[in-house]
C-alpha cells in the first residue's frame, strides 16, 4: 500500500473513465507490468500511467534498445517493445494474450509501422488506453517516425489467441 504523495490521474477498469487520485490517498498495487500500475483505490481499480507513477511515489520503466544495424525499422524490436504493454487486468502482454494479429512496416513509408490489434471485448474502455500505449511504445522503437494503429474485431478474440505461457499465468490452461 502507498501513498499518493501528489494528486495523480488514473483510469478506472474496465470502463477507461479518467479520475483522479487525490494527495494523501491510500491505494493497494495489484500490478506492476510494463512500467504502468494497476491499483485498487475506495473499492475500484485504476491504472495509473508509469508517466505519472511518481505522483504515488513510484518509478516509471524505462524502454530501452539495443543501438539498430542500421537505419531501418527493425520489426523484432517492434515485437519487444509490444511485449512490454499489459493488459491492466490480466497479467499478461498483448502479444501473449493474442491481441495483436498484423505488424508490417508501411509500404509506402518503411519508417512507419502499422498494427491490427483487438481488445478481449469489444465494448472494453480500456481500449483508447491500450491503444495509445501501442503507439507510445512501439513509437520509442529506434528509426520509427509514425504509427498507425487499426483496432479490428474481425476475426473477434477468443482465448485460442493466448500463448500457452499466458493462459497458465491467467489459469486457463487445462
Same mark, same amino acid.
Given at each position: 500500500?502507498?501513498?499518493?504523495?501528489?494528486?495523480?490521474?488514473?483510469?478506472?477498469?474496465?470502463?477507461?473513465?479518467?479520475?483522479? #487520485?487525490?494527495?494523501?490517498?491510500?491505494?493497494?498495487?495489484?500490478?506492476? %507490468? =510494463?512500467?504502468? !500500475?494497476? +491499483?485498487?483505490? /475506495?473499492?475500484?481499480?485504476?491504472?495509473?500511467?508509469?508517466?505519472?507513477?511518481?505522483?504515488?511515489?513510484?518509478?516509471?520503466?524505462?524502454?530501452?534498445?539495443?543501438?539498430?544495424?542500421?537505419?531501418?525499422?527493425?520489426?523484432?524490436?517492434?515485437?519487444?517493445?509490444?511485449?512490454? #504493454?499489459?493488459?491492466?487486468?490480466?497479467?499478461?502482454?498483448?502479444?501473449? %494474450? =493474442?491481441?495483436? !494479429?498484423? +505488424?508490417?512496416? /508501411?509500404?509506402?513509408?518503411?519508417?512507419?509501422?502499422?498494427?491490427?490489434?483487438?481488445?478481449?471485448?469489444?465494448?472494453?474502455?480500456?481500449?483508447?488506453?491500450?491503444?495509445?500505449?501501442?503507439?507510445?511504445?512501439?513509437?520509442?522503437?529506434?528509426?520509427?517516425?509514425?504509427?498507425?494503429?487499426?483496432?479490428?474485431?474481425?476475426?473477434?478474440?477468443?482465448?485460442?489467441?493466448?500463448?500457452?505461457?499466458?493462459?497458465?499465468?491467467?489459469?486457463?490452461?487445462?
Amino acid at each position: 500500500m502507498v501513498a499518493a504523495l501528489e494528486d495523480c490521474p488514473a483510469r478506472l477498469v474496465p470502463s477507461g473513465t479518467r479520475i483522479m #487520485i487525490p494527495a494523501g490517498s491510500f491505494v493497494t498495487i495489484s500490478q506492476a %507490468l =510494463g512500467g504502468n !500500475y494497476t +491499483v485498487l483505490i /475506495n473499492g475500484n481499480m485504476a491504472r495509473v500511467d508509469g508517466t505519472d507513477a511518481a505522483a504515488l511515489g513510484l518509478e516509471s520503466e524505462e524502454l530501452v534498445f539495443d543501438e539498430p544495424a542500421s537505419e531501418d525499422v527493425e520489426l523484432d524490436m517492434v515485437w519487444a517493445a509490444l511485449k512490454t #504493454i499489459y493488459d491492466p487486468e490480466i497479467p499478461v502482454n498483448l502479444v501473449d %494474450l =493474442g491481441l495483436i !494479429y498484423r +505488424v508490417e512496416l /508501411n509500404v509506402a513509408k518503411p519508417d512507419q509501422v502499422d498494427i491490427d490489434m483487438t481488445l478481449t471485448a469489444p465494448g472494453c474502455g480500456m481500449g483508447p488506453v491500450l491503444v495509445s500505449d501501442v503507439k507510445y511504445r512501439v513509437g520509442k522503437v529506434p528509426n520509427v517516425q509514425g504509427v498507425n494503429v487499426n483496432l479490428v474485431f474481425d476475426p473477434p478474440w477468443t482465448r485460442d489467441r493466448m500463448s500457452e505461457e499466458a493462459l497458465l499465468e491467467a489459469g486457463l490452461f487445462f
